[in-house]
């Protein structure tokens, strides 16, 4: 359970004195409070340490799954592929430190109790020596810590505080395996020893940028004990580096290349080439020993399938955490992975093959992975529209919004959807200190769409167009439509479609505004707006609440049409008392290069005040309404 267990071989003595909780996990907590009218339970994630425990995340189980099962007897597949499939969401280093059970105000202690024995079936909980309990009251919240012996005790010392991991390393394997599965039976287990070679003694690992190579020491020699600290040292020298981890989006992910014994000569060989020099006591310190998990299979009788199975694996180690380990997290990724894939599989009764998605969602301070259908047995790919109801039960499990596409591969973690265009060119920017102020932001990513971008000349005419498309990147990648932004043909073409314009406006540099962008976001992408209607300039000084509600609410950029000028808003900080009030604008009038420096320094992108409103002009707010969807 602790970063490194061996320190706490006397953890019945350790006695835990506080309990942080980041704030996204304190958002569930309050999110499960809400079903406190009945019993649900589920895990806490986070980390022990020896006096503290930091609570990251909580994930809930499924209680359907016991209304009929005996926990006192070998579970059924149904149990085990939940429970798999839990240990399989977390990163390898990141640990179940512990349970949460809702309770109403007179609920039945006993019944809690029963639930305890229920969480304590996922291994991690049933042989911790210390793990902490949340018992989530409809008005207050109980935190106790559990010893080895049992024992519980109260902890006061409870508190809310942004925890910051972005500087642990996040090693990723991703890689295709092919396994043999047998139809007739459905039984878990590999017809060959070569579908073992993922995870057994077979296996070794190269980090990418490094001349680390990790693998199991069949000599049983000793080797120097590296750490992480040690991989991101070679990370930033061969990659010349000045800061790790880098600031750009996944910025601390190392990649990690499996390898088989028999190809493991050659990229050691490859590397030595690379590099023109011998392995010395250091390169020779790459290989680490350890204890692995190893599947025990038997032959099966009947008909076989081959299936390709991606692992995708997540590990997040602190600095000090030594190769040794680092090897065993990795095998244990591995094994944890693909016993869920096998569950799933068993359980769909050998029809969908699934993959490993990651994603990070709701300002979740560390990566969920969650499996989802990706083929059948015809090696069909399978839509995400058939399996919503799937989807929707692991929204529950992750307890993250009902209502928002969260897990939808094209807003994962590592999703290819990506633009070519400054994305989010706001943040950066200082926030104007208004004494008193509140601030809402836009809530997601957007793209900045303006003038003479994309080999269109649209200067004077198509700033609309420009904002419009700005829109309409939000819900792209938000995941709400698969279509990217809109041309200015398409613009024209749907409003002809719908009767707004005639055909003769196909081709031409006619101006829209904010109703027309309306329609636009309607017909293209079945996306609802409301307007407001802003008399003058001047008043717009005086919309700061209805601005602070929209990106608290819908959270969705807003476009504003006054005279002949259309901007984007994507932001406003608002003092309630005052009026005092600042707006956040994208402005489409741009002509340049995509320079985020630029953009920002010329004013392009930033704070306005009123003033910046033209005073004596009539102003339409085309806001647009989030869909309700996952």
């Known amino acids: ?54 609570i990251y995340d909580l994930i809930e189980l499924n209680l359907i799954l016991y209304e009929n099962a005996d926990v006192s007897l070998p579970l059924p597949d149904e149990i085990l592929a939940e429970l798999s499939s839990i240990r399989a969401s977390v990163p390898v280093g990141i640990d179940f430190v512990g349970v949460f059970i809702t309770q109403p105000e007179n609920g039945n202690i006993e019944v809690a109790e029963h639930l305890l024995k229920i969480l304590k079936t996922l291994e991690d909980i049933c042989y911790a020596s210390i793990y902490s309990v949340c018992l989530i009251k409809p008005s207050t919240s109980m935190w106790l810590v559990s010893y080895e012996d049992e024992k519980m005790e109260n902890v006061n010392d409870v508190s809310i505080n942004h925890i910051e991991l972005s500087d642990m390393p996040v090693f ?32 070794a690992f190269h980090i990418e940028n490094t001349n680390f190579i990790l693998f199991d020491n069949d000599s049983g020699g000793d080797f120097p004990d590296l750490t992480c600290k ?93 190769t040794q380990k680092l090897l065993y997290m990795f095998k244990d990724a591995i094994y944890r992975q693909h016993n869920a894939l096998s569950f799933l599989i068993k359980l769909s009764h050998c029809k969908t093959v699934y993959e490993p998605i990651h994603f990070l969602p709701e300002k979740s301070i560390i990566p969920i992975t969650a499996l989802l259908p990706k083929l059948n047995f015809q090696a069909e790919p399978i839509d995400e529209t058939t399996y919503k109801q799937y989807r929707a039960a692991l929204h529950e499990r992750f307890l993250i919004a009902d209502d928002r596409p969260l897990l939808r591969k094209c807003v994962s973690l590592f999703s290819p959807r990506q633009s070519y265009h400054l994305v989010n060119p706001h943040v950066g920017l200082t926030t104007p200190n208004i004494e008193g102020g509140k ?80 329609y636009c976001l309607d017909q293209l992408y079945g996306i609802t707006s409301k307007t407001l209607h802003v008399s003058t300039g001047a008043d717009l000084a005086y919309k700061g609440r209805e601005l602070y509600q929209h990106f608290i609410e819908q959270g969705t950029p807003i476009m504003i049409g006054g005279g002949v000028l259309a901007h984007s808003i994507v932001g406003v900080v608002y003092n309630e008392q005052t009026g005092d009030v600042r707006f956040l604008i994208v402005d489409p009038h741009y002509t340049g290069h995509d320079q985020l420096k630029t953009v920002q320094s010329k004013g392009w992108v930033g704070w306005k005040g009123p003033d910046f409103w033209n005073k004596t002009a009539h102003y339409n707010l085309c806001m647009p309404q989030r869909p309700k969807m996952i």
């Open 230 to 322: 040690d991989i991101i040292h070679e990370i930033k020298t061969k990659c010349e580096l000045k800061d790790w981890p880098e600031k750009r989006k996944n910025g601390n992910i190392i990649n990690v290349a499996s390898l088989t014994r028999l190809s493991l000569s050659n990229q050691m060989n490859n590397i030595l080439d690379d590099t023109s020099t011998e392995l010395d006591s250091t390169s020779e310190s790459l290989v680490s020993k350890c204890n692995v998990p190893v599947l025990l299979t038997q032959k099966i009788t009947g008909d076989v399938v081959s299936l390709k199975l991606s692992i995708d694996v997540l590990v997040m180690s602190s600095m000090d955490t030594g």
């Open 1 to 54: 359970m602790a970063e490194n267990p061996e320190d706490f071989e006397n953890s019945s003595e350790c006695k835990i004195k506080s309990i942080i909780i980041s704030p996204g996990a304190d958002k569930k907590i309050e999110r499960a409070r809400v079903t406190s009218s009945r019993f649900c339970c589920g895990y806490l994630v986070g980390k022990i340490f020896e006096e503290e425990i930091q």
């Open 172 to 203: 990723r394997l991703h890689q295709d395996i092919f396994v043999e599965w047998v139809t007739s039976t459905g039984e878990i287990g590999f017809q060959s020893e070569n579908d073992l070679q993922m995870i057994n003694r077979k296996l």
């Open 439 to 518: 601030l809402a932001l836009v809530d997601g990513k957007y793209a900045y769409h303006h003038y003479m971008q994309d080999n269109f000349d649209d200067n004077i005419w198509g700033c609309a167009y420009r904002s419009l498309q700005t829109l309409a990147s939000w819900f792209w990648y938000q995941g709400y439509t698969d279509k990217v932004f809109p041309t200015h043909k398409e613009i024209q073409e749907a409003l002809v479609e719908i009767g707004d314009k005639e055909k003769s406006f196909i081709g031409s540099h006619e101006w829209i505004g904010s109703m027309e962008v309306s």
